[in-house]
């Protein structure tokens, strides 16, 4: 069954203290894997299309890699406006299905 | 260029009830979802439209129904209310390549309470 599990579920951090979120997944074929922010009382918005291992992508100070069983989603020297739900969704090839993870809470202290 | 619009953004509702949420997608964006998001079960699958047409559905009851309009607005239904059915419920449209959906761009999403 195709699967999609984030971690960890929730992460305190200090301003400017780097880390790494996780998704690992397993699906019978990728098509792409997704990152999305969510703040509170809002929709999802779209950050990264990941499609192949080895791909990576950046944006100010995310940067999303791919393996073959992972995605992280790495921040750098993080900010409080970096306080968030991040989601993660792998696009299952066959039959186009979106699968979501239950996201990780960032939390970004000053 | 508007975003996913939908309403309304907040509805309480009793057992028993049926609601309709209504969705209008980014213009030429012809694949309209919808997922319902709670917090013990995150974001699932509902459905999906793609050119008035259902092309993909997920693993819910047949209480919850849409369907899509010429203009790629569409709507959901759902009849019979439980309290579990309370959520978060989110509409994304999408563009479409070949047969396969492009990021999706979510609504803000309307607020169901079942009381």
């Known amino acids: 069954e195709d699967q999609v599990t984030q971690s960890p579920e929730a992460l305190r951090l200090q301003e400017g203290e780097s880390s790494s979120l996780n998704c690992s997944y397993t699906v019978s074929g990728l098509r792409g894997l997704f990152w999305y922010r969510q703040d509170p009382g809002k929709g999802p918005e779209f950050l990264f299309t990941?499609?192949?291992a080895g791909e990576e992508k950046e944006k100010e100070r995310l940067k999303a890699t791919l393996t073959k069983k992972e995605s992280f989603l790495h921040i750098t020297a993080p900010k409080p406006e970096d306080s968030a739900t991040y989601l993660c969704a792998v696009q299952v090839r066959d039959n186009n299905d979106m699968r979501f993870g239950a996201g990780t809470r960032l939390t970004v202290k000053p | 260029k508007a975003g996913v619009t939908q309403t309304p953004r907040y509805l309480i509702k009793t057992r028993g009830q049926q609601v309709t949420l209504s969705c209008s997608p980014i213009?030429?964006?012809?694949?309209v979802s919808w997922y319902q998001q709670t917090p013990g079960q995150g974001l699932q699958f509902l459905f999906e439209?793609?050119?008035?047409?259902?092309?993909n559905k997920g693993n819910f009851p047949g209480r919850f129904s849409g369907r899509q309009f010429s203009n790629s607005r569409s709507e959901m239904n759902v009849s019979t209310l439980e309290l579990g059915d309370s959520a978060l419920y989110l509409c994304a449209s999408s563009l479409v390549t070949g047969r396969a959906n492009e990021k999706l761009f979510f609504g803000s999403g309307t607020q169901l309470s079942v009381l």
């Open positions: 213009s030429g964006h012809r694949s």
């Open positions: 439209y793609f050119s008035e047409t259902q092309r």
């Open positions: 990941l499609y192949s």
